[in-house]
């Protein structure tokens, strides 16, 4: 499988920036989450770079959301 058959798997993932963007957190904050387990993202294959699908960042803050309203 070619390098690029395997960049085509990631279409619709959010690159670092762009998750954290989406949360509204620093870059150093979300590799935070991914060492603590608290998030954990999908690694290219070839690069290790993390990818997040928006789905999990959504089911993400919606856990954070019930935490908040239960405490």
């Not at 390098?3 to 949360?23: H, Q, T």
């Not at 979300?30 to 999990?56: A, I, M």
């Amino acid at each position: 499988m070619g390098v690029k058959s395997m960049v085509g798997k990631l279409d619709g993932m959010l690159r670092v920036g762009e998750a954290a963007e989406y949360l509204s957190v620093t870059t150093e904050t979300l590799r935070n989450w991914d060492k603590s387990g608290r998030l954990v993202p999908t690694r290219h294959p070839v690069t290790g770079y993390r990818y997040y699908r928006q789905e999990d960042l959504d089911a993400f803050l919606a856990a954070i959301v019930a935490q908040r309203e239960h405490a």
